[in-house]
């Protein structure tokens, strides 16, 4: 089977645009059923149609992937980083303290 985690992110990734089934399989040329099959795990597209997949969701392939492949931390930092954008300053800088206080503590329990 194929993994699902890759086609909940296409699913959610079209949702955000916030379109239907339909509505991206008319945008992509590809039909609802196919839209359907990957999104449920069921079928993983060729690489001609994952790239017409991803073109049409407007992300980057890592938006895709980010969940299934080991060496993807750069792309979560960075839409961290724009979640973080829309907070207030007060909230920025209370996640950026637990952050540092997270990644002090990681530090000092490698040791």
């Known amino acids: 089977m194929i993994d699902s985690r890759i086609g909940?992110?296409?699913?959610?990734?079209?949702?955000?645009?916030?379109l239907t089934q339909e509505q991206f399989a008319d945008k992509t040329g590809l039909t609802t059923n196919y839209i359907s099959t990957i999104e449920r795990g069921a079928s993983f597209p060729r690489c001609e149609k994952l790239i017409t997949v991803i073109n049409g969701l407007?992300?980057?392939?890592?938006?895709?992937?980010?969940?299934?492949l080991t060496h993807s931390n750069d792309y979560k930092a960075s839409v961290l980083s724009e979640k973080l954008k829309d907070l207030s300053p007060e909230a920025q800088n209370r996640i950026l303290q637990m952050v540092e206080l997270m990644i002090q503590q990681e530090k000092e329990s490698k040791h």
């Open 8 to 18: 909940k992110r296409i699913k959610q990734c079209r949702e955000q645009l916030g």
């Open 58 to 68: 407007e992300v980057s392939a890592d938006a895709i992937f980010c969940d299934v």
